[in-house]
Structure formats: C-alpha cells, structure tokens
C-alpha cells in the first residue's frame, strides 16, 4: 500500500557527507564534502578548517548544520593530519605559506570561484593568510568572510608552547579508551561534548602503531612549525590586509587569544573598517567545538553577511 504520508510529516533532512581525496600541491589531501538538503536553494561554499592537532571531522556538527540551511561544506584534514598525506619535506612544508598553497590548489581542484572560510585555531590562521592574498594573490578575491574560532594574528607565547608541549611528543596508548581519557582531558577548554561525541572526536583522530599502540592521528613532525620556523602565527601583516567581514569567536576562558589582542584587532585591519564581529564564546577555552545551536547560529549570521 502506497504511503499517504504528507510532506509536513516526513522525517528532517539529515546530511551525510562523502569522503573525498583531491591532489594539491603533490599531495593528496583528503576532505568531507558535505552537499545541501536536495531541493534547497543553494546558499554557497563553506570551507571549513580544522586547528593544529586535529582533523576535519570536528566540523561535523557545524556542517550537517549548514549542510541543512542550504549550504555545502568542505572540511579538509590538513597535510600530515588524518586521511591526508604526510609531508615529504616536514621543515618546508609544515608552515602557513605551504598550508595556503595546499588551500589554493583545493580551491581549484574543486572548482570554486568564492567560498567562504570558517578556521579553528590553525584554520583560521590559514584562512587569514589565503583571504589576504599575500601568499597566494589569486586567493583574495575567492574568499567571502572569515570565521576566526579563537584564532588571532598574535597569540599568547605561554599558550603557545602549552600546545608545543602536547602536540610535538604525541602520546600512546595501549587502548583507545585510555587515548580517549587524554583526549578528554586536553581538549576540555573546548566546551560541552557529550559523550558520543567524545567517543567520535577520539575515533576520528586516532592511528594504529607498528608496536599495535595507538596515537593521535597525525605527523609529529608537524612540529617543525615551531621549531623551524619564527613566529610563523605573527601574521598582523595579513590581517591587516583583509578587506572582507571577520567574525572573531573567542572563548571567554582562551589562553591563546589574549583579551588585548582582541581589542588591538578592533583597531586595525577590517576592525578599522568595521567589517570586524566580536563574540565571546561562554563555558570555553581555546578553542569553542561549533557544536551547539548558539556556535552554528554566530556562524550562520556571518555568512549571510557576505
């Protein structure tokens, strides 16, 4: 019998993304593509980058969200995170210029003409420096707005190497519950996750040793940032020079994103010329999840302001 169900009564839309790979620079970058409720108008194009240590997969919340008002949502793992490539030349390549090279050749390999850019942490810092246009000048006018989630163009010297600390010696763990443990704790600045999205944030970002241990799921020698590098995240020279509307998220609690930096930014940049949004983020450090209705909403907001 053929079903008389009306459509105010059909279940909501609910996204699922695809796993895809694209070859940038020589390398092969995996991302999840996250395409729009069928039917709806399409809103545009979301890249969504994760911070230093993590994956794509923490945008999964963010973009089923976007994904369901209208929106694709490209989630990139970054060279040496994840399902993407490790890089061959750890000191060259392991740094924001290169980060942004890899971002340019995603762009093209998926054809996009203008897309807009939300970046945790390390996202937001490559979304800066591709949107200013001085690295890679053909980026600038391809990015529509910026979403810095607890990410600024100076950060805290003592954050700084708090996060040195964990992420250039990556633990082991003889089972994934205990890697779970850690990830619970060094992540707890990121807010409220309940505990099936912890037991997900851990499955995402977790990789087998050759001794059968397992680890956070990227290269160590992405470390090399830091080390081989000065101040590679100094970059007010790009922030300076962005021209498109900005929307700072900075958890209340941030040790990375100081309240002066903050403030400094209001008065420079896109700051001086209004195109700068301001939110403090309640109940978070460094750096706010996107995983609740309150995150989605800032974020949608400043999309529609592009």
Request: net charge negative; charged share 20%.
């Amino acid at each position: 019998m053929a079903s008389t169900a009306s459509p105010s009564s059909a279940s909501p839309f609910v996204a699922v993304p695809d796993s895809r790979y694209a070859h940038c620079s020589g390398y092969e970058i995996h991302y999840m593509d996250w395409q729009p409720a069928p039917g709806a108008e399409p809103a545009g194009t979301v890249i969504a980058w994760h911070g230093l240590a993590r994956t794509g997969r923490d945008m999964d919340a963010l973009a089923q969200f976007l994904a369901g008002q209208g929106w694709r949502v490209v989630c990139p793992d970054t060279l040496g995170r994840g399902l993407s490539q490790w890089s061959r030349a750890p000191r060259e390549e392991y740094r924001l210029s290169f980060y942004a090279r890899i971002a340019r050749g995603l762009f093209d390999a998926l054809g996009l003409e203008r897309a807009h850019w939300v970046g945790t942490s390390m996202g937001g810092a490559i979304g800066t420096v591709c949107a200013s246009g001085l690295f890679e000048p053909s980026l600038r006018a391809r990015i529509a707005t910026l979403v810095l989630n607890d990410n600024a163009p100076q950060l805290a010297e003592s954050a700084l190497a708090r996060i040195k600390a964990y992420a250039g010696e990556p633990p082991a763990f003889d089972t994934v519950g205990e890697l779970e443990a850690f990830f619970r704790q060094a992540y707890r600045p990121y807010g409220w996750l309940g505990e099936a999205e912890w037991r997900k944030l851990t499955e995402t970002s977790v990789r087998r040793l050759p001794d059968g241990r397992v680890t956070p799921h990227y290269d160590p020698a992405m470390i090399e940032q830091f080390t081989a590098h000065d101040d590679d995240y100094g970059i007010w020279p790009h922030y300076d020079a962005l021209e498109i509307p900005v929307l700072l998220l900075r958890g209340v609690d941030s040790d990375l994103v100081l309240p002066e930096v903050a403030r400094e930014m209001t008065t420079r940049g896109p700051g001086a010329r209004g195109l700068l949004h301001w939110q403090e983020v309640p109940g978070c450090g460094h750096a706010p999840a996107l995983n609740v209705p309150a995150h989605w909403q800032w974020v949608l907001e400043h999309l529609q302001r592009g």
